[in-house]
């Protein structure tokens, strides 16, 4: 037996009818790109949130492409985003050639350390890219504030944080625009790649259903650059499946969240903190430990699989060496690199796996 560390499969077995009967309703349709099953899920995801406008996408990486794209940020200018996060939360501002600005997390939340934000801004500053990282909700407040005072945009990357709140806020809902992930193991999954910015900015939704179909409104007249990058029929109509089970399967993840909480007593594992204002959807259970490599592979040696997010964040990656950071200049970031590991959550996961888990930790 193996407990894996994330097993969409669980989830999927929740709810298969319902996606069974989606997937053959719309292969049946006969309409396979930019359909009725997309445009009902963009309406649904963008009600569920309360924002105006929600247009699907082939990923999360593509939404954070596009959004600084149609903000119109480029070479010369800069995007402060924390420096520990995906890779993908970087891509975005390197592909449209902008600088990306590093600061630290906290110690506590291991999100965006919004008391070092001000000391980053330049008159190159463009926008503030704040990270929810493994499900909790940034302080959206104080990065609201900064934002204002300095006229910056809020480009938030919600790729592991559908349905989670800051102040009863959704994420996505409070900056400019919202960059969702639909990746299989992602709150909100696909059984395939997607993604999806959400925004109450009419033009900028307008530019970025441009920029997924070629960079055209109307077909054959090409009024920007675009690119090929659209959520297609079948995806769409199992998010529309998993939108309808969000809360629930955001609940028991949480419900697992609870038991680790409580219940995981060892003084060689550190348990993740929530912030007051922010709620947790707990896509991933991040602990940190004293030794990564002995806990993992003593967790693999009981049937646990266990995962490092992130070993090595984008500041240190190979790819972008030419930027020349430390590991030193960033030690919270860092810390999270050596000493993370994410233990087994995710919607599905038998009580009597939870209870093992937490009994080979406690004996750890
Ligand atoms: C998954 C993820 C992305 C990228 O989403 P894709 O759909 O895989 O392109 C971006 N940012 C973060 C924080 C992520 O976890």
Known sequence: MMIECINVKENYNLFAKEYEEAIFHSVDSGQYILGSELEKFE??????????????????????????????????????????????STLGITENGATPVYVDSTEDTYLIDVNQIEKRITNRTKAILPV??????????????????????????????????????????????????????????ALGDAGAIVTNDEDLADKIRMLRNYGSKVKY??????????????????LSVG?????????NRQAIAK????????????????????????????LLVDDQKRFNAYMLSKGIRTQVHYPIPPFM??????????????????????????????????MEYVDFVIKVINEY
């Not at 247009?55 to 420096?83: C, K, M, Q, W, Y």
């Not at 939108?243 to 609940?251: I, M, P, Q, Y």
Request: aromatic share 10%; net charge negative; charged share 20%.
């Open 259 to 286: 038991r680790y909480l409580l219940e995981i007593k060892n003084d060689k594992v550190r348990l993740p903190y929530i912030a007051a204002k922010a709620s947790h959807v707990f896509h991933l259970f991040p």
């Open 221 to 238: 007249y090409n009024e920007s650059i675009g690119r090929n990058s659209r959520l297609d029929e079948i995806q769409a109509a199992i």
């Open 317 to 350: 990656a190979e790819c972008f060496s030419a930027q020349g950071h430390e590991w030193e200049e960033f030690p919270n970031a860092s810390n999270l690199s050596k000493h993370e590991v994410s233990i087994p959550i995710y919607s599905g996961m038998k």
């Open 243 to 251: 939108l309808k089970h969000l809360d629930e399967s955001n609940e």
């Open 43 to 88: 309406k649904n995801f963008a009600a569920y949130l309360g924002v105006k406008h929600c247009v699907g996408l082939n990923s999360g990486t593509d939404a954070l492409l596009f959004a600084i794209r149609a903000l119109n940020i480029h070479e010369g200018d800069e995007v402060i985003l924390p420096a520990s996060t995906y890779i993908a």
């Open 132 to 189: 929810h990282l493994y499900g909790q909700s940034c302080d959206m407040d104080t990065i609201e504030k900064i934002a204002k005072k300095y006229g910056l945009y809020i480009i938030e990357d919600c790729a592991q944080s559908h349905g989670s709140c800051w102040n009863q806020h959704y994420t996505g809902t409070q900056g400019t625009i919202g960059c969702f992930s639909f990746y299989p193991t992602k709150p909100l999954g």
